[in-house]
Nanobody
Framework: QVHLVESGGGLVQPGGSLRLSCAAS????????MAWYRQAPGKERELVAL???????NYADSVKGRFTITRDNAKNTVYLQMNSLKPEDAAVYYC?????????WGQGTQVTVSS
């Protein structure tokens, strides 16, 4: 069982920055890949960024160069640094992992980008 808790969402102006955090309650955090997804109203949930256990990262084309995913294995936490935010980045952001063939999601954190 893995429990994921996101934090760090909020309201930001276009061009601003936010850092999301996801704390994971698992003893195997350093061995699992972690990801951030987002879902905007009326749209499907989409993968934003992924970080493998070795630190390799992948990003959606729409966020490359603006978002950075990192992990701190000592704190069992994954982060998403979001810079140069655009209105189209507004969504609920979810932390995700899959371990032992089981999907785990956080409760989500709202990101609003508006002037």
């Amino acid at each position: 069982q893995v429990h994921l808790v996101e934090s760090g969402g909020g309201l930001v102006q276009p061009g601003g920055s936010l850092r999301l955090s996801c704390a994971a309650s698992t003893s195997i955090f350093s061995s699992i890949a972690m990801a951030w997804y987002r879902q905007a109203p009326g749209k499907e949930r989409e993968l934003v960024a992924l970080i493998m256990r070795g630190g390799t990262t992948n990003y959606a084309d729409s966020v490359k160069g603006r978002f950075t995913i990192t992990r701190d294995n000592a704190k069992n936490t994954v982060y998403l640094q979001m810079n140069s935010l655009k209105p189209e980045d507004a969504a609920v952001y979810y932390c995700y992992t899959n371990t032992y063939r089981q999907d785990y999601w956080g409760q989500g954190t709202q990101v609003t980008v508006s002037s």
